[in-house]
């Protein structure tokens, strides 16, 4: 028989197969092996093989086995690399057979693209299809699942698609669940969650039934879509065909309801798990978790935690991150540091998710110094701090900290080659406010626009902040008469004549109301409002300070005072407004 002849040709052909398929070389002891031969008992070592997910176990049968004995036993041994996700080997076995005059069956290629399936190699196992037919031989239908599949794993569901229409309409082969299934599932991690649904009702009309596992992938496209109304109503569905949810079902569907705010369902079905089954798992708390955080229910977040430990699960690093976030959320960064403790003393490793989360409560919290100790800790041990990283401490230092220390943080973020976002850039503006830096919070400004970042009311309240406290009452103008035809505080005007300043902050109010007034002298083509304001008159809704921290007004007051004072002495009449303490009615007096 051919495969007995072994040469030293064919030991050197096969080591540079497997150099050439391989990242890295073969083993040596399976080239000089396969030139080797012995009275062993090969239908015991063929059924461990079989069986073996271990590598040096392979390597250990192998040494015994070769050489092999025609395709049946070459096939085992492509299955079994397929197995220990060793794709580049399983290649050459398959280039060695065809090269030693051994032909490749279909089941020999079905071995050899489930194992590029395991291996992450999806370009080779669709080439391997193109290969069976130029061979004369016809894929069936475990060789398209398992190049489906392939392809489901490499984020080619588009692929997948084609496959699937080939299979469909090549009038040979019918798809089975397992194609469905394989192929739903590409597009469920292609984020194709309308595809997914489509692909489910055409499974139906040809007469192929869904099971768990079809039902699953669909309601986790579902979930990666933000569809959690559809993921409920195909859990009610999947029940009333007669099948059982599994843990990754539930997971999927409360990951879904996590995702679209809906934490009081995510916990019912929870709680549906506790009593009926199947047994929540880690992946299922950390979504029921992070459905709390959500929420703002850091308390049940917690609590949800201790139940992990009690059910003897381990939490994971993703565990602890939800439960730090919702922590965080609820402002509760003593407690997040105790997580974070934790964390540690059982061995999990906390990564750029967690240290933001614990970044954030310190910021929500006014522990600007915690904040940068944890930036620092970051940096040793090897993590890179992210966009979400800067802008939280970034905006703890402004919040509580020294706003230098903002600007610093904003440059050296840029310096490591992060393009900082609209929060970032928000904060490193108020810093500036806050130290007075007008010229740095326009430019800054200025470049966030240029890189088409649409700049928050945050943003644009802080540049007009920083101009007015450093006298340059003109540019504070120019800058708000920007801002508004942007479409930032689109609301003030309420009708014509009419000037409503809730939600505002001093500094924004106070610069409108200079520009109300500056249009009640002026012909409306002059006016930086036009028709907005009717010369000579204006109604100004302060508001009596409800809604302001501690309930005291802050910019009734500070309107009053501005128009009482120098700017406006002799120039226009205030007034307030009978029955009504939160208006005031201003009319042009001398105003020159």
Same mark, same amino acid.
């Given at each position: ?81 397929? $197995? ?13 057979? $065809? ?57 080619? @569901? ?36 309308? =595809? ?62 996590? =995702?679209?705010?809906? @934490? ?103 522990? @600007? ?9 970051? $940096? ?18 402004? =919040? ?33 406010? =806050? ?135 002799? $120039? ?21």
């Amino acid at each position: 028989m051919a495969w007995r002849v072994v040469s030293v040709f064919v030991v050197v052909f096969l080591r540079d197969a497997l150099a050439l398929w391989s990242p890295r070389p073969p083993s040596p002891s399976v080239i000089v092996a396969w030139a080797r031969s012995g009275d062993v008992d090969r239908g015991l070592l063929l059924a461990r093989l079989r069986q073996t997910r271990r590598r040096r176990e392979l390597d250990n049968i192998l040494d015994q086995i070769l050489p092999l004995r025609g395709v049946k036993e070459a096939t085992i041994v492509i299955s079994a690399y397929g $197995r220990t996700k060793q794709p580049f080997q399983a290649l050459a076995v398959l280039d060695q057979m $065809r090269q030693v005059g051994i032909t490749p069956n279909v089941i020999t290629y079905s071995a050899a693209i489930s194992a590029c399936e395991k291996g992450g190699q999806w370009e080779k196992a669709v080439g391997l299809l193109d290969d069976m037919r130029q061979r004369g031989l016809e894929p069936n239908e475990i060789s398209y699942n398992a190049a489906i599949s392939a392809c489901e794993k490499g984020g080619q @569901w588009m692929k997948a698609l084609e496959l699937l229409d080939e299979v469909r309409h090549g009038g040979l082969l019918e798809p089975n669940v397992i194609t469905y299934s394989a192929t739903i599932s590409a597009c469920e991690k292609g984020g194709q969650w309308q =595809k997914a649904l489509e692909l489910l009702d055409d499974m139906r009309r040809d007469g192929v039934e869904p099971n768990v596992i079809t039902y699953s992938a669909v309601i986790s496209a579902c979930e990666k879509g933000g569809q959690w109304e559809k993921a409920l109503e195909l859990l009610d569905e999947l029940r009333r065909g007669g099948l059982e949810p599994n843990v990754i079902t539930y997971s999927s569907v409360i990951s879904a309801c996590e =995702k679209g705010g809906q @934490w009081e369902k995510a916990l019912e079905l929870l709680e549906e798990m506790r009593q009926h089954g199947p047994e929540p798992n880690v992946i299922t708390y950390n979504a029921a978790i992070s459905a709390c955080e959500k929420g703002g229910r850091w308390e049940k977040a917690l609590s949800l935690l201790d139940e992990v430990r009690q059910r003897g699960l381990k939490p994971n690093v993703i565990t602890y991150s939800a439960s730090i976030s919702a922590c965080e959320k609820g402002g509760q960064w003593e407690k997040a540091l105790e997580l974070l403790d934790e964390m540690r003393q059982h061995g999990v490793h906390p990564n750029v998710i967690t240290y933001n989360a614990l970044i954030s409560a310190f910021e929500k919290g006014k522990q @600007w110094e915690k904040a940068l100790s944890l930036l620092d800790e970051m $940096r040793r041990g090897g993590i890179q701090p992210s966009v979400i990283t800067y802008s939280a401490a970034i905006s703890a230092c402004e =919040k509580s900290g020294p706003w230098e220390k903002a600007l610093v943080l904003f440059n050296e973020m840029r310096q490591n080659g992060l393009a900082p976002d609209v929060i970032a850039y928000s904060a490193a503006i108020a810093a500036c406010e =806050k130290g007075v830096q007008w010229e740095t919070a326009l430019a800054l400004m200025r470049e966030m626009q240029q890189r088409g970042l649409k700049p928050d009311v945050i943003a644009c309240s802080a540049t007009i902040s920083a101009c007015e406290k450093g006298g340059q009452l003109e540019m504070a103008r120019a800058a708000l008469v920007r801002f508004i035809s942007a479409g930032c505080y689109s609301s003030v005007w309420t009708e014509q004549g009419r000037l409503d300043l809730h939600d505002l902050s001093v500094p924004v109010a106070r610069t409108l109301v200079r520009l109300a007034i500056h249009d009640m002298k002026h012909r409306p083509e002059d006016r930086y409002f036009h028709d907005a304001a009717v010369a000579g008159h204006l109604i100004v809704i302060t508001g009596r300070g409800k809604h302001s921290e501690g309930g005291a007004a802050l910019v009734r007051p500070a309107i009053l005072d501005m128009l009482r004072g120098p700017e406006f002495a002799g $120039r226009v009449e205030c007034h307030e407004v009978p029955n009504n303490p939160g208006r005031l009615e201003i009319r042009r007096a001398n105003m020159t």
